[in-house]
């Protein structure tokens, strides 16, 4: 049975609820400083570690240790210079626990065009990686890109380092072995990931598209597995996670966002349902259909209307 869950309420408050070690995967992305400030509040740069590390602190307890922290955000513009809140937060959380092993780009094809007296427009984004353990899971194959024009020009002729791992020029330390690729139609991605922003915002403020979290539910969890967003908004990442076979969980603080999450995951729960009356309609008689279970936890408490400054 695949499970997605819904929770009203502040994730700090919310995510106690959980078991220790029962999540394989948190993808997320919290309000950033100072930003949707007429929807979520805004918190001050200055405060947002001390206002995000009672929140990445309950992710430790739940997550497994063979889980992984994916956190999407980016750093703001103040008084003309970038504001180092990002990168406090980073070491905030090494020093509680965190191992920070990656960080991937998510490059926004479409960004929209603009002017700034000492900048260009932002088009890239912070993903960055957490995790409790250095052996965590990981499945890369699952997320091989193919080979491209490149294989069939530098493979069609190979030259006598081809064949042999040839160090680096520069004494890094580095070396290839370009024989290796021979035969092979896929390799493996960049941390550079080309996406485009969701354009049809369906009432929300910032939505992530539907390939963000797929890429990283297939890189880092199989069917069956647990994913969970404690700032869902209108309920992407529980969407995707159900759709791929995964069991989700999902915390939203404002009543209007949970309910757009609400009709999303309804909508993915009966398209996955037919989807697997498809999977098994040659199967004998006997063999049900995966079933989907959707619940929804409505917690009232004092942080339900707005978060916590």
């Not at 890239?124 to 193919?146: A, C, G, I, S, T």
């Not at 069939?152 to 791992?165: F, V, Y």
Request: with cysteine; aromatic share 10%.
């Amino acid at each position: 049975m695949v499970d997605a869950s819904l929770y009203l309420g502040d994730c700090r408050e919310q995510l106690r609820m959980l078991p220790a070690e029962s999540v394989d995967l948190v993808v997320t992305s919290p309000p950033y400083a100072d930003s949707r400030s007429t929807t979520y509040g805004g918190v001050k740069p200055d405060d947002y570690v001390e206002w995000f590390l009672p929140v990445s602190a309950e992710l430790s307890r739940v997550l497994k240790p063979t889980g992984t922290f994916v956190l999407n955000i980016k750093e703001k513009v103040v008084n003309g210079e970038r504001h180092t809140y990002v990168i406090e937060l980073i070491l905030a959380m090494r020093q509680q626990g965190w191992l920070w092993t990656e960080e991937f780009i998510w490059h926004k094809k479409n960004s929209y065009p603009g002017k700034w007296p000492n900048r260009f427009r932002d088009s890239w984004e912070r993903l960055l990686q957490f995790n409790k353990d250095r052996k965590f899971h990981m499945y890369q194959d699952e997320v091989m890109v193919p080979m491209g024009d490149w294989a069939e020009r530098r493979l069609k002729k190979l030259s006598h380092t081809d064949n042999m791992r040839d160090p680096s020029k520069v004494g890094s330390g580095f070396g290839k072995r370009v024989a290796n690729w021979i035969g092979r139609d896929k390799a493996y991605p960049t941390n550079v990931l080309h996406m485009a922003t969701e354009t049809k915002n369906r009432n929300h403020s910032a939505v992530f598209p539907d390939d963000l979290p797929k890429w990283f539910i297939k890189l880092f969890t199989q069917p069956g597995d647990c994913v969970l967003d404690p700032f869902m908004g209108s309920g992407t990442t529980v969407k995707v996670a159900l759709q791929m076979r995964r069991n989700a969980i999902g915390m939203e603080i404002l009543p209007e966002y949970f309910q757009l999450a609400q009709d999303s995951v309804d909508a993915a729960r009966i398209s996955s349902g037919q989807l697997a009356l498809l999977e098994n309609k040659d199967r004998p008689l006997g063999n049900s259909s995966p079933k989907i279970r959707v619940s929804t936890r409505i917690s009232l408490n004092r942080w339900d209307i707005e978060p916590k400054r």
